[in-house]
């Protein structure tokens, strides 16, 4: 069965304003020197023969204005990376209803599941005017993938059912597909995600990197010029999609990096070549440039508040909004207050798979974290650090999910020291010391050290309230901040008992999504990091699952990789759901809190109210910023 999927529905509202579509311009007023001396083909020739037409009506954007730079903040050169999940450009990517569509290609269509034909755009080019073809996707997958030096780490996860990797075949020049023995659900949302699956790269370009087609003697000269191990590392280095440090790299978004690394100004200028067109056929994007600047994260909120940004969410926090909207009305801006797409604003990961064998089977235990859940007041946290704007609920999908359902964000969500106690006393901490800290099975005290990146005040606050909490039912606790990789690397090896981090990456999922989240399938999983990477490295490194709840929800993730249908699909998550929240695999504080973003009066185009996440929205990039313009 054979079943092709385009989408093109709107969930999100933006102020309803008159919409006039002009024909289509022929000049770029950024190109027009380029275009009349010839060294820029007019836009009709730039374009693919059938380019992506962004809807407009639906959601109410109005036809913009060539021009503009649009200013960024940042709080590290790594946030580069940043840059290309804003703009969203994806082989498939999810439309404002989080149903997937196509993008940089033109047409997709899925067999059974498993069989995935994907046609590309004819006349779509680089950003350096070479055709984007198969050939594209052939070097990807046989001369990187498959190759020994470049592909050490295997096909990537993503692309894996039962271990094996798929069949790949090149039909024609723009048609390519892709084929397993089973059903893959989980291969269209990496590559619609926020940081995607890339299966292609600039073939024309990495070649001369590449020992089966570069000559040797150049490649030897390059490898040493760049002060690399061997012309793996070089091309390593040279084709990164995600984080563009190198500027001579071809790339499909709709601006390119133009600035190489270190340096702490980015200069993105618009890709000529850009496959996206408005209503009236004008290429896009709008924007001339992006301009990313890297200052101290501690003084973003300070620069966003002086109007040092056009367009800013990134390392500003709900605290910060006091303070923004007193600069409103002198910094020609205005502070917007969109929902947090996270399963729970701040969570609390007990880590089943700690070293210390008498808290590991404390943590291991659903009566210990059903208690540590009810006695949190959740109610106290949001009114006291969210002003009352959020929602009290476990770690789990919010209200905007079609999977939600009230059971899920309540269960063992309220607060119940009585029965809290109870709990505790079951487990095995029913005596006290004489300040009334309870004491472990072995005699120690239960003393709880909660550890965080130590990025967040906001973070700090709430943890302070959960200090309080947790007193009341006899568990001390203290607080221990580190540098986010130390941080990370004491989780996975087991050194810590609980982590705090963001809750589900994704609380507006569908059931086409992957449930990944909710079961043991990855190392950066902080509440079973040791299981995480048993699954992911296929049973190489880690720790095989020895508790029946986390058993189930990987049994239930591994159903739904095979699943036939979107109603065998939705039962699944709805059993993961239910069964994540009952067994408290991690603790959820409040979600639907708001994020503050700084809009520039001047800009258009960008909603109102949005939802800002990681996935399935990019942040900014599902709302296309490249139809973002200045009116000035």
Do not use: C
Not at 342 to 360: C, M, T, Y
Not at 383 to 402: D, R
Not at 531 to 540: M, V
């Amino acid at each position: 069965m054979m079943r092709a999927m385009f989408f093109t529905m709107s969930v999100f509202t933006f102020t309803i304003a008159t919409i006039v579509f002009a024909s289509a311009a022929s000049v770029i007023p950024l190109y027009e020197e380029q275009v009349k001396a010839g060294k820029l083909p007019p836009m009709k020739e730039r374009l693919p023969l059938n380019p992506y037409k962004v809807d407009f009506v639906s959601v109410g954007k109005l036809q913009g204005k060539y021009g503009g730079e649009l200013r960024l903040l940042m709080g590290k050169a790594k946030d580069l990376g940043q840059i290309t999940v804003y703009t969203y450009a994806r082989l498939v990517g999810y439309s404002p209803d989080y149903t997937i569509e196509s993008d940089i290609a033109e047409a997709f269509v899925v067999g059974d599941g498993r069989d995935f034909t994907f046609k590309l755009r004819k006349g779509h080019r680089w950003s350096d005017g070479h055709p984007l073809t198969s050939e594209d996707f052939r070097y990807y997958w046989e001369d990187m993938v498959k190759n020994d030096l470049l592909g050490k780490k295997g096909i990537p996860t993503q692309m894996l059912v039962d271990g094996k990797g798929p069949t790949f075949r090149v039909i024609d020049e723009l048609t390519f597909r892709y084929t397993w023995n089973k059903p893959n659900p989980a291969f269209l949302p990496a590559l619609a995600a926020p940081s995607p699956l890339y299966i292609y790269r600039p073939a024309h370009y990495m070649k001369q990197f590449h020992a089966r087609y570069a000559d040797k003697t150049k490649l030897d000269e390059l490898v040493t010029e760049k002060n690399v191990r061997n012309w793996g590392a070089l091309h390593t280095r040279m084709q990164r999609q995600r984080r563009p440090e190198n500027p001579e790299l071809p790339t499909l978004q709709a601006w390119k990096n133009t600035t190489p690394p270190p340096s702490t100004r980015f200069v993105f200028e618009r890709n000529p070549y850009f496959h996206r067109v408005d209503p009236g056929g004008n290429q896009l994007p709008y924007i001339d440039k992006l301009i990313m600047s890297v200052v101290s994260k501690d003084v973003i909120a300070a620069k966003a508040g002086t109007g040092e940004a056009d367009l800013q969410a990134r390392y500003l926090q709900f605290s910060d909004v006091p303070y923004l909207k007193r600069g409103e009305k002198n910094n020609n801006y205005t502070t917007k207050l969109w929902s947090l797409g996270k399963g729970s604003q701040i969570a609390l990961f007990p880590n089943l798979n700690a070293n210390d064998e008498v808290w590991r089977k404390v943590l291991r235990d659903v009566r210990f974290r059903r208690a540590l859940s009810l006695g949190i007041n959740r109610k106290e946290i949001n009114e006291v650090i969210y002003f009352g704007l959020a929602y009290p609920s476990a770690n789990t999908v919010m209200p905007q999910s079609t999977l939600y359902k009230s059971d899920y964000s309540q269960m063992w969500a309220r607060f119940d020291k009585e029965k809290a106690n109870q709990f505790l006393d079951e487990v095995g901490l029913d005596k006290r010391d004489p300040d009334g800290t309870r004491l472990l099975p072995d005699g120690r005290r239960a003393e709880i050290t909660i550890e965080t990146a130590g990025e967040s005040a906001e973070e700090t606050d709430v943890l302070e309230l959960i200090t309080d909490h947790y007193r009341e039912i006899g568990l001390k606790v203290y607080i221990r901040s580190s540098q986010r990789d130390i941080f990370r690397r004491r989780a996975y090896a087991g050194d810590t008992l609980i982590s705090v981090f963001n809750g589900l990456d994704n609380a507006v999922a569908t059931a086409a999504m992957s449930p990944k989240e909710l079961a043991p399938t990855d190392q950066a999983q902080l509440q079973w990091p040791k299981w995480g990477q048993y699954a992911s490295t296929n049973t190489k490194a880690g720790e095989p699952i020895d508790t029946d709840g986390a058993r189930v929800q990987l049994q239930l993730y591994n159903k739904w990789m095979l699943a036939q249908d979107e109603q065998e699909r939705t039962t699944i998550w709805h059993n993961m759901l239910s069964g994540y929240a009952d067994q408290v695999f991690s603790i959820g504080t409040v979600n639907n809190s708001r994020q503050p973003v700084v809009i520039s009066n001047d800009l258009r185009n960008v909603p109102d109210d949005g939802i800002y996440a990681w996935e399935p929205t990019a942040y900014f990039g599902i709302y296309k910023p490249d139809t973002f313009w200045f009116d000035r």
